[in-house]
């Protein structure tokens, strides 16, 4: 189905992709769906960036890293 967390304004830091486009796994061994990697992939040839990420603090990261305020919470280098 559809990503867990959608970002639908473009990143600040990366102005090359339309949005932001994340799919949720567990830190532990979350599997990856096919419907799911083809939703993202779509997504990816329509300019977004799309991937999963493994926990919220990992999906904090690459808010980040992409340019979006995020604050601190969650940021710790371990939980990536």
Request: glycine share 12%; net charge neutral; hydrophobic share 40%.
């Amino acid at each position: 189905g559809a990503p867990d967390f959608l970002v639908f304004t473009v990143p600040p830091k990366a102005p090359q992709y339309r949005g932001v486009a994340l799919e949720f796994k567990r830190r532990d061994g979350g599997k990856e769906d096919e419907k799911q990697k083809k939703f993202l992939a779509d997504l990816r040839a329509e300019g977004w960036y799309a991937e999963f990420v493994n926990g919220a603090p990992a999906a904090l990261w690459v808010l980040k890293d992409l340019g979006y305020p995020v604050g601190t919470i969650g940021l710790r280098e371990d939980a990536v």
